[in-house]
């Protein structure tokens, strides 16, 4: 069965303390993985897509990359501005709808 | 110059009525959808359309029932609303069935 976790569930950061997310899922033939970024009252708002192992995305402060098995986001010296929920959702060949994982809640303080 | 914008954004509404959800995109994009957050903030698909025609029909009730009356509007309609149906419901867009989602606000639900 198709699933996607990831971890933590939350992250408390000090601003400038850099700390990565991860994103594991299990699929058979993966078309892509997706990084979107929640903030409270708002839709998910898109970060990235990945395609293929050993792929890198970088914007502002974030940056993603991903493996067979797994995907991480990295956040560098994070500000307060990025705290969110952020949530990754993959998306296999033979279906076309997204699965999403549960998120990873950001609070970054100053 | 809202890309994905639906109406309302809130609802409260009792058990066992009925309610409409109205969704906009004026992106140009050919597939739209409607998601469900619940409180455990779990993004699930409900359903996706392609250029007015349904393609993905997840196990919803039937008391739930989307319509497209063009390619740029997806409504969500709910019958007999129940308590487990308080949630918020998500519409998005993509340019096909591969692409990235553009999510409007939510609308969030309260069945009492």
């Known amino acids: 069965e198709d699933q996607v976790t990831q971890s933590p569930e939350a992250l408390r950061l000090q601003e400038g303390e850099s700390s990565s997310l991860n994103c594991s899922y299990t699929?058979?033939?993966?078309?892509?993985l997706f990084w979107y970024r929640q903030d409270p009252g708002k839709g998910p708002e898109f970060l990235f897509t990945?395609?293929?192992a050993g792929e890198e995305k970088e914007k502002e402060r974030l940056k993603a990359t991903l493996t067979k098995k797994e995907s991480f986001l990295h956040i560098t010296a994070p500000k307060p501005e990025d705290s969110a929920t952020y949530l990754c959702?993959?998306?296999?060949?033979?279906?076309?709808?997204?699965?999403f994982g549960a998120g990873t809640q950001v609070v970054v303080t100053p | 110059d809202t890309a994905v914008s639906q109406t309302p954004k809130y609802l409260v509404t009792q058990m066992g009525n009925d309610k409409s959800i109205k969704c906009e995109q004026n992106?140009?994009?050919?597939?739209m959808y409607w998601y469900k957050q619940d409180s455990k903030k779990f993004l699930k698909i409900m359903f996706s359309?392609?250029?007015?025609?349904?393609?993905i029909n997840e196990t919803v009730p039937n008391r739930f029932s989307p319509k497209s009356p063009d390619k740029a509007h997806l409504n969500l309609h709910i019958n007999s609303l129940e308590l487990g149906d308080s949630a918020v419901y998500f519409c998005?867009?993509?340019?096909?069935?591969?692409?990235?989602?553009?999510f409007g606000e939510g609308s969030r639900l309260t069945v009492l």
């Open positions: 998005a867009s993509s340019q096909d069935e591969t692409g990235e989602l553009f």
């Open positions: 699929v058979s033939g993966l078309r892509g």
């Open positions: 990945l395609y293929s």
């Open positions: 959702a993959v998306q296999a060949r033979r279906w076309g709808k997204f699965q």
């Open positions: 992106l140009g994009h050919d597939t």
């Open positions: 359309y392609n250029n007015k025609e349904l393609i």
